[in-house]
């Protein structure tokens, strides 16, 4: 059984409610239903926190122990240097995510303080972003043309 950890950062918690012309309106409990629904191989843990050091925690306690992490730091992302640490400290690929096009929003969202310690980043596709991540994880580990051959 492979495990996957998703961990969505602050704000997250909202989602359905939260600015739905960003970030939809269907939960993330409801969506999660229907990603466990397509993956059962799978074993899919979500973590979600709004503090920054209970992201930092759930990445060292999956990190060595999961086949990877799905991880959306919200606005962390933006800001963090210790979960850029994090994620470099642990074995797990974090695959970073986002719902929304950064890019094509505010110039504070442009820049990604996580991206480079990230194996990639997924991001712009709504909701599906997180499908996309469980993909990439479950090619890593399948396919000849594995992402963890490629060097940063
Ligand atoms: C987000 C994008 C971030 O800039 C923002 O702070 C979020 C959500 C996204 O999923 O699109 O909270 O990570």
New binding site residues.
């Given amino acids: 059984m492979k495990k996957i950890q998703i961990i969505n950062?602050?704000?997250?918690n909202l989602l359905g409610r939260r600015e739905p012309s960003?970030?939809g309106n269907i939960s993330f409990e409801g969506y999660l239903d229907e990603l466990r629904a397509k993956y059962p191989q799978c074993e899919i843990s979500c973590f979600q926190s709004n503090v920054e050091g209970e992201l930092i925690n759930k990445i060292h306690e999956t990190g060595f122990a999961y086949t990877g992490i799905i991880l959306?730091?919200?606005?962390?992302?933006?800001t963090s240097v210790a979960l850029h640490d994090a994620i470099k400290a642990v074995e797990a690929p974090v695959i970073e995510?986002?719902?929304?096009?950064?890019h094509a929003?505010e110039a504070f969202?442009h820049i990604s303080l996580i991206s480079a310690a990230c194996k990639g980043v997924i991001?712009?596709f709504g909701l599906d972003?997180y499908r996309l991540a469980v993909e990439a994880i479950l090619a890593s580990e399948n396919n000849s043309l594995r992402i963890d051959n490629l060097e940063h």
């Fill in positions: 950062g602050p704000n997250l960003v970030y959306n730091a919200g606005a962390y992302t933006h995510v986002h719902i929304s096009n950064v929003r969202r991001l712009g972003s």
